[in-house]
């Protein structure tokens, strides 16, 4: 087995399986965005919920994927996200990458609900 990654030494306590470290990484990036820790949906996956994005994690060969969906946008859309661990991501990255994906949904919503609002009056 590889070396842990940079991360995933200087982060977390204790990881000894490629499932322990993409449970951690996940659970670490929901910690950075003030989200309980992740819950597992399955053997190999985790998600979380923040305002209106959802976090699906799902285990991959050597990372992890992780899918940012605004399921209650007027037009669903996504963004996947593919880690390799061998790459060290930092969970801080990812949070700020999930933070702006967030807020720029938000600005989405207020834009479209104020045209709604004008529109009627």
């Not at 991959?60 to 946008?73: F, H, S, T």
């Amino acid at each position: 087995m590889s070396p842990l990654p940079s991360w995933l030494r200087s982060h977390l306590h204790a990881a000894e399986s490629p499932r322990c470290t993409f449970e951690s990484f996940a659970d670490e990036v929901a910690r950075l965005l003030g989200l309980p820790p992740t819950l597992r949906t399955g053997e190999f996956e985790r998600s979380s919920e923040m305002n209106h994005v959802w976090l699906q994690w799902k285990s991959d060969l050597g990372g992890a994927i992780l899918v940012l969906d605004r399921p209650n946008a007027e037009s669903r859309e996504s963004l996947v996200i593919k880690f390799v661990w061998r790459h060290s991501p930092d969970p801080a990255d990812v949070a700020a990458v999930v933070r702006a994906y967030e807020r720029r949904g938000r600005v989405q919503f207020l834009r479209s609900l104020l045209a709604r609002l004008l529109r009627r009056g």
